[in-house]
């Protein structure tokens, strides 16, 4: 954490005027806040990952029900080939 009193006594300390460490002191916390746009906290990663792997474990259901289907479909489709195949052999 950017302890803002601490970086103005410091300034200072070292011999900068009230108002020159105030203006300093923004121009840091401007920087700073620019820097943390682009960053993302623990917990909202963490949320992320908890939606992304929601997401797929839903994603994999569907297709697993999917195929279970479409191999169902397959069997009873080579079931009845067989079958018409079988009558026209013997008939």
Known sequence: MFDTHEFVS?????GATE???????????KALDTEREGLVTKDALNDL????????AELKAEHSLEIRNLKFMTATTLS???VAVGKYLFT
């Open 10 to 14: 410091t300034l200072k300390s070292a």
């Open 49 to 56: 990952k908890l939606y992304i792997g929601t997401q797929f």
């Open 80 to 82: 009845i080939a067989l």
């Open 19 to 29: 108002q020159q460490a105030t203006i300093v002191l923004r121009a840091v916390s």
